[in-house]
């Protein structure tokens, strides 16, 4: 790889005379020469990803104090949530795609943004290397480097097969904004060929076959998106084929939706079936051919295959090669994600720091703070808490780690009263710190990472971008202000995320949502609170506008079923 630090230079060599930064010349004071008209005379940042995680970094970073430089494959931001939305047409793809130098033109212009995918990360140099995957006819290298102070590391994740065949091959996935256009192509295409003369009624079946593997939010929604696609447009377009369509659901679980509250899967999988969407729960996917899916069930051991015309694969996510090749440098090749401290830098690595679906912070020291909190509040060393010292404990847990409420509520723990009953039910009057403590390990097993979603990934953006902004301050007042604590980077609180709920819509102009303070909201108003967050969400006021009229355009004529 030719490195741009060193284009650079030669470029200045010829006509320039600026200053060049790197961190041992600015301390010595010994200006190089350096290139182009740029300056490095501010600290480096070079940002990995425009998602969620990275241009929520970029949205507030004080870019007086930084040269930025933000490098990934695609030029715009997607705003993902309504994905499923765009795989229908019931929102167009441009609708939602925010372009990254819109974003950075916000910002005066300083942030400079390279469109070119990382393909390693050499730590221990600070330098990054990147491939351009831009047209190969086009003229000049497609192979450069980078150099920085510190990296941002927000480069998502990608679809996980767990290695199952055909996947790969013959499934759909549902993570670009291109993976949504295809799938729309394929169920047009599907519809298309199922009214072509010459096939049989079984073929026809199984052309209108859809299958959806994952019931979580992004498999549940598709479902739900899809069945109003049919329903509301397309069997009035294909009135020959309109009995012959069928969705099913596959999920290994017991329940679709598993991570929302009871009350939600189960209004889900009734909906479902009054729709006529056959949700298969406690099936495992061994194998997919582009005919047939085959699956296991779990209860019998029974394997059937049945034929298919289009597979949606969204079961989790999997690792970037470029982030596991990064995790084998830095000694963490056996986690799934790269493992962060709470102030999210890169355990291992000065300087770097990763955040979004690539990530995860390691939870283990919040649990061991935990544990001590607990012993510290059994000060008779019995073993046993009163029931309301055991209530102001776990008050104050939430206050330090509001992150743990939402983990006890995954674990259907959410009302903590349910540990202070024995198991005939009635109330006890002491609580076993041993037998809470182990409740506890269940909990971290289940906190190996925060949910992999924008609300993170956005949150964490904003937190990082403000210990940039303010560790200028804090490094010339080492006293502080009182919000930063502790020493060098621990000056900073550590992050914290805060839980706004989460939606599943579930057609029909229904949704399910999970709002904060143990509210479940379901039904038709909670569909209408969806289309105004959703709205109230979008990035700029242009998508804003376009979304709501997508929305509108499909209210007044359906969907479009052009093949385009
Ligand atoms: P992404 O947003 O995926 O961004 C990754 C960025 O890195 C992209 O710009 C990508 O081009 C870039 N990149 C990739 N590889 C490289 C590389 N090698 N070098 C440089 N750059 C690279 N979350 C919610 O909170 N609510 C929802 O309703 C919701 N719905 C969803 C629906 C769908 C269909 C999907 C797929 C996800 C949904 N999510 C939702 C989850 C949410 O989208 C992710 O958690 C979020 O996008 C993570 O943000 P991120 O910045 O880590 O990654």
Request: some cysteine.
């Amino acid at each position: 790889y030719p490195t741009y630090s060193r284009l650079l230079v030669i470029c200045t060599l010829s006509g320039g005379g600026l200053v060049a930064y790197s961190e041992s010349q600015s301390e010595v004071g010994t200006p190089a020469v350096e290139p182009d008209q740029k300056e490095w005379k501010k600290k480096r940042v070079v940002v990995l990803g425009t998602g969620w995680a990275g241009t929520s970094f970029l949205k507030d970073l004080d870019v007086s104090s930084y040269d930025v430089q933000v490098v990934s494959p695609r030029n715009y931001f997607a705003f993902t949530p309504l994905l499923p939305s765009v795989t229908c047409g019931t929102v167009e793809a441009r609708s939602i795609a925010e372009p990254v130098r819109n974003i950075i033109k916000k910002r005066n212009g300083e942030i400079e943004f390279l469109e070119a995918e990382c393909v390693k990360i050499d730590a221990a140099n600070q330098k990054v290397f990147f491939k351009s995957n831009i047209d190969n006819n086009l003229v000049g290298p497609r192979d450069f480097s980078l150099e920085y102070d510190y990296l941002v590391i927000a480069v998502g994740a990608q679809v996980n097969t767990f290695n199952t065949p055909g996947v790969l091959e013959n499934c759909h996935f549902l993570k670009e904004l291109e993976d949504a256009q295809k799938i729309r192509r394929t169920v047009i295409d599907c519809f298309e060929k199922a009214v072509l003369p010459g096939l049989s009624e079984e073929e026809r079946k199984t052309n209108l076959h859809f299958v959806i593997v994952g019931g979580g939010p992004t498999g549940v929604e598709f479902a739900a998106e899809l069945h109003d696609f049919i329903q509301e447009d397309l069997i009035n377009l294909y009135p020959l084929v309109r009995d012959l369509v069928r969705i099913t659901l596959v999920q290994s679980g017991d329940h679709i939706l598993n991570t929302f509250d009871e009350r939600i899967s189960t209004f889900a999988e009734t909906k479902f079936q009054r729709d006529g969407i056959e949700v298969l729960t406690g099936c495992r996917v061994v194998n997919v051919s582009d005919k047939e899916i085959t699956m296991k069930i779990k209860s019998t051991g029974e394997v059937c295959s049945v034929p298919h015309g289009l597979v949606l694969w969204s079961t989790g996510l999997g690792t970037r090669p470029v982030i596991k090749d990064f995790m084998e440098q830095i000694g963490q090749n056996n986690r799934r994600v790269l493992a962060t401290n709470e102030w999210l830098r890169v355990k291992g690595c000065e300087n770097v720091y990763a955040l979004g679906d690539c990530a995860t912070i390691d939870q283990r020291k919040i649990m061991e703070d935990v544990a001590t909190i607990f012993e510290a509040a059994d000060k008779d060393k019995s073993g046993t808490l009163t029931v309301e010292e055991f209530q102001d404990v776990i008050d104050d847990i939430l206050i330090r780690y509001p992150q743990l409420e939402l983990y006890l509520k995954r674990m259907r723990l959410s009302n903590v009263a349910d540990l202070l009953k024995d198991p005939q039910g009635n109330d006890r009057t002491e609580v076993d710190i041993e037998g809470f403590k182990l409740a506890l390990c269940n909990v971290d097993t289940q906190m190996k990472s925060l949910p992999a979603t924008a609300q993170v990934a956005a949150q964490q953006g904003a937190y990082l971008s403000r210990c940039f902004n303010r560790r200028q301050q804090s490094q010339e007042h080492p006293e502080g202000p009182r919000r930063f604590r502790g020493h060098g980077r621990h000056r900073f609180l550590p992050f914290q995320y805060k839980h706004f709920g989460q939606f599943a819509p579930l057609g029909g102009e229904q949704a399910a949502a999970e709002l904060p303070g143990d509210w479940v909201s379901m039904g038709h108003s909670t569909q209408w609170l969806w289309y105004s967050v959703y709205a109230s969400k979008q990035v700029s006021w242009r998508s804003r506008a376009l979304v709501v009229s997508d929305w509108t355009r499909r209210f007044i004529f359906g969907r479009d079923s052009s093949r385009i």
